[in-house]
C-alpha cells in the first residue's frame, strides 16, 4: 500500500482541490453567495411550490451553457419541466439533455451517467418525487415508512463518491418543504437527514410580500436564504429578490435594491440620489435610469467591480 494508491494529495494541490461559481447573474443573489454556486460540488434548493426553485435551477443552467457553450443535463422526476419557461429564462434548450426518469433507479443512474460523462451541471428535479421500483411495483397500500429516506441513504453517497471521483460535475437538486408534525420544526425536507449532510449548500427559498400594478398581482417577493454551507457565503444571510411571473428577476430593480444597501443610491423619505440626480419614488429612479441608460451601465460597473 502507498500514497499514491490510496491518491493522497497534497493540501494544496489547486488542480484537485480549487474550485470556481457559477453565478445565477442575479446581483444581490451572487454577492451573497461570494460569486454564485460552487463548482463541483453538492447544492440543494428547497422550499414551498411556486417560490421559484425551478427559476433559480433555471438560471444556473444558463450560466453555465452560456460561459462553456456545453451540454446540461436535466433529470426530472416531476414531468415539470417545461420548454417554453426554460427557454423564457433565456435557456439555449437545445443545450439540455432532458431524463423524464420513472423510477429512483433511473434518476440515481442518469445523474450518475452525467457525472461519468464529466458533464459541467446536472440538475435534479426533485428529490421529492424519487420514487424506489420496490414501491411503483406495489399495491397503492404498501408504504412501508421511510421509504425515501432509506433510499437516499443508500444512493446519495455513492453519487457523491463518484462527484469527488470525477471532480468536474456541478450536482444540483431541488427539493420542496413539508409541514412536520413537531412544532418546534415547522419545515422538513421529504427524504431524511441524508440529503443535508452531503449537501454543501442548501438555499431555503421562500415566497413573500405579493407585487401589485394597481389590483393586479404581476409577482412576488422572494427571499433566498442561506440555511448551510460549507463553500462560501454566511449561513443563515439572506436577500430578497423581486419576482415577476412574466419575466422572471427584474434585473434593474435587482441592481437598484444593490445599490442602496450599498450606499451607492441614498434615500431620504420618498427621495433617490444617486450623485447629482435627484429622483422622487421608485418609479421615479426607475424611470431615471431606464431614460439615462449610460447612468445606468455605470452603476452596474460600480457595483461588479
Same mark, same amino acid.
Given at each position: 500500500?502507498?500514497?499514491?494508491?490510496?491518491?493522497?494529495?497534497?493540501?494544496?494541490?489547486?488542480?484537485?482541490?480549487?474550485?470556481?461559481?457559477?453565478?445565477?447573474?442575479?446581483?444581490?443573489?451572487?454577492?451573497?453567495?461570494? #460569486?454564485?454556486?460552487?463548482?463541483?460540488?453538492?447544492?440543494?434548493?428547497?422550499?414551498?411550490?411556486?417560490?421559484?426553485?425551478?427559476?433559480?435551477?433555471?438560471?444556473?443552467?444558463?450560466?453555465?451553457?452560456?460561459?462553456?457553450? +456545453?451540454?446540461?443535463?436535466?433529470?426530472?422526476?416531476?414531468?415539470?419541466?417545461?420548454?417554453?419557461?426554460?427557454?423564457?429564462?433565456?435557456?439555449?434548450?437545445?443545450?439540455?439533455?432532458?431524463?423524464?426518469?420513472?423510477?429512483?433507479?433511473?434518476?440515481?443512474?442518469?445523474?450518475?451517467?452525467?457525472?461519468?460523462?464529466?458533464?459541467?451541471?446536472?440538475?435534479?428535479?426533485?428529490?421529492?418525487?424519487?420514487?424506489?421500483?420496490?414501491?411503483?411495483? +406495489?399495491?397503492?397500500?404498501?408504504?412501508?415508512?421511510?421509504?425515501?429516506?432509506?433510499?437516499?441513504?443508500?444512493?446519495?453517497?455513492?453519487?457523491?463518491?463518484?462527484?469527488?471521483?470525477?471532480?468536474?460535475?456541478?450536482?444540483?437538486?431541488?427539493?420542496?418543504?413539508?409541514?412536520?408534525?413537531?412544532?418546534?420544526?415547522?419545515?422538513?425536507?421529504?427524504?431524511?437527514?441524508?440529503?443535508?449532510?452531503?449537501?454543501?449548500?442548501?438555499?431555503?427559498?421562500?415566497?413573500?410580500?405579493?407585487?401589485?400594478? #394597481?389590483?393586479?398581482?404581476?409577482?412576488?417577493?422572494?427571499?433566498?436564504?442561506?440555511?448551510?454551507?460549507?463553500?462560501?457565503?454566511?449561513?443563515?444571510?439572506?436577500?430578497?429578490?423581486?419576482?415577476?411571473?412574466?419575466?422572471?428577476?427584474?434585473?434593474?430593480?435587482?441592481?437598484?435594491?444593490?445599490?442602496?444597501?450599498?450606499?451607492?443610491?441614498?434615500?431620504?423619505?420618498?427621495?433617490?440620489?444617486?450623485?447629482?440626480?435627484?429622483?422622487?419614488?421608485?418609479?421615479?429612479?426607475?424611470?431615471?435610469?431606464?431614460?439615462?441608460?449610460?447612468?445606468?451601465?455605470?452603476?452596474?460597473?460600480?457595483?461588479?467591480?
Amino acid at each position: 500500500m502507498t500514497k499514491e494508491s490510496l491518491n493522497f494529495i497534497r493540501g494544496n494541490d489547486s488542480e484537485k482541490l480549487d474550485f470556481g461559481k457559477i453565478p445565477f447573474n442575479i446581483a444581490t443573489l451572487d454577492t451573497m453567495l461570494e #460569486g454564485g454556486i460552487p463548482e463541483k460540488h453538492f447544492t440543494i434548493i428547497t422550499g414551498l411550490w411556486g417560490a421559484g426553485k425551478s427559476y433559480l435551477a433555471y438560471k444556473i443552467a444558463e450560466s453555465v451553457i452560456n460561459s462553456s457553450g +456545453e451540454d446540461v443535463y436535466w433529470i426530472d422526476t416531476e414531468n415539470s419541466y417545461q420548454r417554453q419557461w426554460a427557454e423564457a429564462c433565456g435557456i439555449d434548450t437545445s443545450k439540455i439533455q432532458l431524463l423524464k426518469a420513472t423510477s429512483a433507479e433511473q434518476a440515481y443512474e442518469g445523474v450518475q451517467y452525467a457525472i461519468r460523462e464529466k458533464a459541467p451541471l446536472v440538475v435534479l428535479d426533485s428529490i421529492a418525487n424519487l420514487v424506489p421500483t420496490a414501491i411503483l411495483d +406495489e399495491k397503492f397500500d404498501h408504504n412501508p415508512i421511510g421509504w425515501l429516506a432509506r433510499s437516499l441513504s443508500a444512493n446519495l453517497p455513492r453519487l457523491m463518491s463518484e462527484l469527488t471521483e470525477h471532480n468536474r460535475t456541478t450536482f444540483v437538486a431541488l427539493n420542496q418543504v413539508r409541514q412536520s408534525i413537531t412544532p418546534r420544526t415547522p419545515d422538513t425536507l421529504p427524504g431524511g437527514r441524508t440529503q443535508s449532510f452531503q449537501a454543501h449548500l442548501i438555499l431555503q427559498v421562500r415566497k413573500g410580500t405579493i407585487i401589485k400594478e #394597481g389590483e393586479t398581482s404581476i409577482g412576488f417577493e422572494m427571499t433566498v436564504r442561506i440555511t448551510k454551507s460549507k463553500v462560501g457565503g454566511i449561513p443563515n444571510s439572506s436577500v430578497m429578490i423581486p419576482f415577476k411571473y412574466e419575466g422572471g428577476i427584474d434585473e434593474m430593480e435587482v441592481m437598484l435594491i444593490d445599490a442602496l444597501e450599498k450606499g451607492k443610491i441614498t434615500k431620504k423619505g420618498s427621495y433617490y440620489y444617486y450623485k447629482d440626480h435627484t429622483s422622487h419614488g421608485k418609479t421615479g429612479l426607475r424611470d431615471f435610469f431606464v431614460e439615462n441608460s449610460e447612468l445606468y451601465e455605470e452603476l452596474k460597473n460600480e457595483l461588479t467591480t
